[in-house]
């Protein structure tokens, strides 16, 4: 074989590799040569960045303006009880500045309003003294209750029910009527407010000894309801009312009305007592009686379901 | 007119005379070429397909090895229980939530930008579009954990509730994509060679 015949082939071999080499890249927009189209611009992955913290709420002042609220009430023995309680004014002014919270699902902010909290423990520890027999904590929560059931009731339409006589501008307005949910402390200055404003404050003291409660929404009132487990006292003349929520078994308590009868026909002194846990006959609604309400925790934080990230496996061969 | 045409010669090829070893050095020379075409074609397309894999797989590989980062700080913030929390507390522990939405959200799709645009062979065609499919399901699923987080800042409680409930649907298929991608590997891995598309 002489070089004038492997030269073709030397030739042949030549072209092959330049069509596949530069050819079909270049047609193909591959890069040229023995290189492997490689990855693509590869952009660095982000990283995490934790939220900004947010600055703490200033406390409200003690020593500013504040009002001065005297409260009486007859207690579940029986027994006249009184106290006082303190609201600085511009804590009371802020939430009256607050836009109200259209979602009633997120009402349970108000019941535990952290700026009201020291408030309300320091009542509701007036109202229901730590006891040093757990079979007396029946009774402190008992007397919680009736405390809100004796503050008087008034519809958020009426301007008796605020201090200043007007309707906040902050009122939802709806037709010829206003709505205005309370913040607890709003409802101990003002001294009156309607079923929903009675049921935050109840759940915003007994939040404050530890009670777990949510709030019980009817379309047309509103309730508490307080975890227990399995209340069925034997003197209970009917069948106590619970609803179950994520597997707990909160009971019905009314918060604005009790079971009273004036002290003699021409005095409008009145004397009673509380609604019982349970009872959901008292309030004389038949919604109440027989409907099944819209359950709204206080401590809400929505949380998925599905949150497991699976991990895949990597094809043989790979890094 | 009287034309005539002119009486032409037949023309006079060249004698080619093909010595029996010119012969077989021609025929040689051919199967030759056909043979170094094919073989080094064969060699040319396996080493190629090879490397797709080998960069599909590191691909794959940074993927998993970023959703195990945005898997831990899932994990965490689920171990802190949201129950009897405060209201500050609440929603420090929602703009933690938002946080890891938004660092999901970039992770799913910086990853499903960078597999997406592997080439690879045929066999690992469906196991890559199962891969993308499963990022591009969390991301959903990510993006919705930011509008829940972002509709509870609001105060708007129901819709948080229902951007979850979406999300949940999502991350479902995220794990369908990803029990499909696993298979469609599988298939690949054991379905022998195919050229690259």
């Known amino acids: ?319 | 007119m009287d034309l005539k045409v002119p009486k032409l010669e037949k023309p006079k090829l060249p004698k080619i005379t093909i010595s029996r070893r010119q012969a077989l050095t021609a025929a040689g020379t051919a199967v030759a070429v056909i043979a170094i075409a094919f073989i080094g074609g064969a060699l040319l397309l396996d080493y190629t397909g090879d490397r797709q894999v080998a960069t599909f797989g590191s691909h794959v590989a940074a993927s998993e090895g970023d959703l195990s980062l945005v898997s831990g700080k899932i994990s965490s913030l689920m171990r802190s229980s949201p129950d009897d929390l405060s209201v500050a507390e609440c929603d420090a522990y929602m703009r933690e939530f938002a946080a890891i939405a938004d660092y999901g959200m970039g992770v799913t799709a910086c990853h499903r930008q960078i597999v997406g645009a592997d080439r690879v062979p045929g066999a690992y065609a469906g196991a890559q579009l199962a891969y993308v499919r499963a990022l591009d399901n969390l991301n959903r699923a990510f993006s919705l954990w930011s509008s829940a987080a972002a509709a509870y800042d609001a105060k708007a409680y129901t819709a948080a509730k229902e951007n979850l409930a979406r999300a949940d649907q999502a991350w479902k298929e995220y794990t369908a994509a990803v029990e499909d991608y696993d298979r469609e590997l599988r298939s690949a891995e054991e379905g022998g060679w195919i050229p690259p598309v």
């Open chain 1, 1 to 319: 074989m002489e070089w004038k015949d492997v030269f073709p082939v030397l030739a042949g071999g030549l072209v092959i590799l330049i069509v596949a080499l530069v050819v079909k890249p270049v047609l193909l927009g591959e890069p040229i040569g023995l290189v492997s189209p490689g990855p693509a611009a590869v952009q660095k992955p982000p990283v995490y960045v934790p939220p900004a913290p947010v600055p703490s709420a200033t406390p409200f002042p003690d020593d500013g303006a504040a009002y001065t609220r005297n409260f009486r009430w007859t207690a579940i023995d029986g027994g006249v009880q009184t106290t006082q309680v303190r609201i600085p004014e511009a804590l009371f002014l802020a939430h009256r500045e607050t836009p109200q919270i259209a979602d009633p699902l997120a009402w349970g902010r108000y019941a535990i309003a952290d700026a009201d909290r020291p408030i309300l423990e320091d009542l509701a520890h007036r109202i229901a003294p730590p006891a040093g027999n757990p079979e007396e904590d029946y009774f402190r929560l008992m007397n919680l209750v009736f405390f809100v059931q004796q503050i008087p009731y008034e519809l958020d339409s009426s301007t008796d029910s605020y201090v200043e006589g007007v309707i906040p501008r902050n009122a939802v307005r709806q037709g010829g009527e206003a709505g205005y949910s309370k913040y607890p402390v709003e409802m101990l200055v003002d001294g009156r407010g309607d079923c929903e404003d009675a049921s935050i404050l109840m759940a915003g003291l007994l939040d404050a000894l530890g009670y777990d409660t949510v709030l019980l929404r009817y379309p047309e009132h509103m309730a508490l309801g307080i975890r227990m487990n399995e209340f069925n006292p034997y003197y209970a003349k009917y069948t106590p009312k619970y609803f179950a929520y994520e597997g707990k078994h909160y009971y019905y308590v009314e918060g604005t009305d009790f079971d009273w009868v004036n002290i003699s026909a021409d005095s409008p002194v009145r004397r009673g007592k509380p609604f019982p846990i349970g009872d959901a006959d008292g309030t004389g609604i038949p919604g109440v009686r027989s409907g099944t309400p819209e359950i709204i925790p206080l401590h809400y934080v929505p949380t998925p379901a599905e949150y497991r990230i699976r991990p895949a496996r990597l094809p043989a061969g790979g890094a």
